[in-house]
């Protein structure tokens, strides 16, 4: 089993595959490999990071990878693919997809991809708002679907051919999963669709200071902490869209400076303007009150997390710290190994056993002599 990485996620697949003569399936199969393939090779990733799973196939590019370029390159490669390949094709045996994107940790076992941000990506491709837009839109030939984190982090900074007022925001419950989906859609062809007065319109802006904002986080990256403060000063947010990345960034820029208490004020910022914020926030959040030494808060921050996003192994392995240096030994061992379950890699079976080798020691020892004296 190789070690979690942080990857971009992309779930494809075949609308009405299930309802096609098995041969029929079969040949459709053979397309999506083809578009996918395609898609790929215009992108410039290999086609070794395919894998397979029915009607349709998981994308996981290497760690490297440039998201502002491969994004809208695999975006246009499947757009430009579905078409060539469908000119191939009678009428009855042409393919429509669907694309769900995401990034998140991924680990590598026996039976090929696992993790957090797999399970993000299947939820994302099995909504029901992304199993609608090909009915909405017939002459559409594929619909996207992004989370909101990657979005916010790429999606609306209109990288390259990316035109994020072509995306709209949509919200849905998966009740029985007990998930909440907050996304973003894009179809290929939204022509014959519905009117726009009846049709999905944004319910968050993107930046009017995109430039501005990434600009100054590629300052924060290179450690130039007082340009990029200042560049962050000059901005006036307009609209959801630049409070939420004018917050974030300023919450990095106080974060290396030691500033915990201002940032912490930002990151709740961020949470009242966007309740379901990627588990980013929330951990930074928690780790920001844990250097203030409140430890109540910054486990009460996790244990909403959890309760928000139940498949995030990081907000488990964090708790179980917290839970230990509160002396609660019981539960510190119920969500390290919940982390454990979740992450099943080696690469943090270290970190784990750290953890439960300091909670032994720190068990008092009953000798025979003084165990009636309890």
């Known amino acids: 089993m190789s070690k979690p990485r942080r990857v971009l996620c992309g779930g494809v697949d075949i609308k009405d595959w299930s309802w096609r003569a098995v041969p029929e399936q079969i040949r459709a199969q053979q397309s999506l490999i083809n578009v996918v393939y395609g898609a790929c090779r215009e992108a410039g990733l290999p086609e070794q990071i395919v894998q397979s799973s029915g009607d349709g196939v998981l994308v996981i590019p290497p760690g490297d990878i440039d998201e502002s370029a491969v994004i809208p390159d695999l975006i246009r490669g499947l757009t430009i693919s579905i078409r060539q390949e469908n000119r191939l094709l009678s009428d009855p045996a042409k393919i429509r997809l669907r694309l769900a994107l995401t990034s998140g940790m991924v680990s590598t076992g026996p039976t090929g991809f696992s993790g957090p941000a797999i399970i993000d990506c299947f939820r994302l491709l099995d909504s029901p708002p992304l199993k609608k837009v090909l009915s909405d839109y017939p002459a559409a030939d594929l619909a ?9 982090d790429v999606i609306q900074h209109g990288f390259r051919d990316l035109r994020p007022e072509e995306f709209w925001h949509v919200q849905s419950a998966l009740p029985e999963r007990d998930y909440t989906i907050n996304a973003w859609m894009w179809a290929s062809d939204r022509t ?8 999905p319109e944004p319910t968050t802006s993107a930046p009017a200071h995109s430039d501005e904002i990434v600009t100054a986080r590629d300052l924060i990256r290179s450690g130039k902490l007082r340009e990029a403060t200042r560049i962050l000063d000059a901005i006036t947010p307009e609209g959801d869209g630049d409070r939420l990345a004018v917050l974030d960034a300023r919450a990095d820029c106080l974060i290396a400076t030691g500033h915990h208490q201002q940032a912490i004020g930002h990151l709740e910022e961020m949470l009242r303007i966007q309740p379901d914020a990627p588990a980013g926030v929330y951990l930074r959040l928690s780790r920001g009150h844990l250097e203030l030494g409140n430890i109540h808060a910054a486990r009460h921050t996790l244990k909403h997390l959890i309760g928000l996003i139940p498949v995030e192994p990081e907000a488990y392995l964090e708790l179980g710290r917290l839970e230990r240096l509160a002396g ?3 539960s510190a061992l119920t969500h390290l190994a919940e982390a454990a379950k979740l992450l099943a890699a080696e690469g943090m079976a270290g970190r784990l056993i750290e953890e439960l080798l300091e909670l032994s020691a720190t068990q008092p020892v009953i000798t025979p002599g003084r165990a009636g004296q309890a």
């Open 144 to 152: 996207v679907i992004v989370s909101n984190y990657l979005y916010m």
């Open 192 to 199: 014959g669709g519905p009117s726009p007065a009846a049709g």
């Open 328 to 330: 609660d030994r019981g």
